[in-house]
Nanobody, 123 residues
């Protein structure tokens, strides 16, 4: 089992930055790839970025590449999502998820999920 706990969300103005954190625990969490997804009201769950615990492999959605950066701290068991130049359309519930399947952007391939952290960007 893997437990995931997100933090760092909040209400910010357009153009601001936020850093989300996902603290992972459990016996096998380092065997998994960690990713960030988001879900806006009335929309599906959108893949944002994924990373291995070594940080040697990352994968980004085209929609956020260049604005969002995923990173991992293996020692702390924490994955981060640095979000810059935030826009109102980035408003969503942001989730951390874990999968054994490599290179997957499909939320159905992710076995463990956090409870989510809300990000709201005002114009």
């Amino acid at each position: 089992q893997v437990q995931l706990l997100e933090s760092g969300g909040g209400l910010v103005q357009a153009g601001s930055s936020l850093r989300l954190a996902c603290a992972a625990s459990g016996r096998t969490f380092r065997r998994h790839i960690l990713a960030w997804f988001r879900q806006a009201p009335g929309k599906g769950r959108e893949f944002l970025a994924a990373i291995t615990w070594s940080g040697g492999w990352t994968n980004y959605a085209a929609s956020v590449k260049g604005r969002f950066t995923i990173s991992s701290d293996n020692g702390k068991g924490t994955v981060y999502l640095q979000m810059n130049s935030l826009k109102p359309e980035d408003t969503a519930l942001y989730y951390c998820a874990a999968t054994i399947t490599s290179s997957s952007r499909d939320y159905r391939d992710y076995d463990f999920w956090g409870q989510g952290t809300q990000v709201t960007v005002s114009s």
